[in-house]
């Protein structure tokens, strides 16, 4: 008589199988999750272009700031007279503006210039141009993995 069950070497490739599945399904979700962090950088950059598209026609110009971290302290909000700022004064342009989504990445920094040539940094409204410096973890549409900077022109 022929005893019924498993023996040890089927259970322990059964075992492995399983276990290189879940892996390639852990490394499928992480780079899934690193693109979708990528595609709301891009989306975050864009809505704030709106919203500073929005100031220069009320102000004639966009917001003062130098090396400004958007989405936390100073650079919480957009309103018309406190610019970028943690609180709100006048017309809200964003209420809350976004940062970078953790983990990776590095925090979007706005910087506003007197003129396209970027030699000075603006002070005071109203400012001639601005600077968004942001960081992708890999490549998304038609830009690649690294450092890219949004300004009146586009996002480059």
Request: aromatic share 8%; hydrophobic share 40%; with cysteine.
């Amino acid at each position: 008589m022929k005893d019924k069950g498993f023996t040890l070497i089927e259970l322990l490739v059964v075992i492995s199988i399983i276990g290189i599945l879940s892996t390639l399904a852990v490394v499928s979700l992480n780079d899934a999750r690193a693109k979708a962090r990528d595609a709301k950088r891009i989306s975050d950059v864009k809505q704030v272009q709106t919203a500073l598209e929005l100031f220069l026609a009320d102000r004639n110009g966009y917001p003062a700031g130098n090396d400004l971290i958007l989405g936390a302290g100073a650079g919480a909000t957009l309103s018309q007279t406190a610019g970028f700022a943690a609180t709100v004064l006048g017309t809200t342009y964003m209420g809350q503006v976004p940062g970078n989504p953790a983990p990776n990445g590095v925090d979007y920094k706005y910087t506003s210039y007197t003129s396209s040539a970027k030699t000075s940094v603006c002070a005071s409204v109203p400012c001639a141009w601005y600077e968004i410096i942001f960081e992708l973890e890999g490549q998304t549409g038609g830009l690649a993995a690294g450092s890219h900077s949004a300004n009146p022109s586009g996002v480059n």
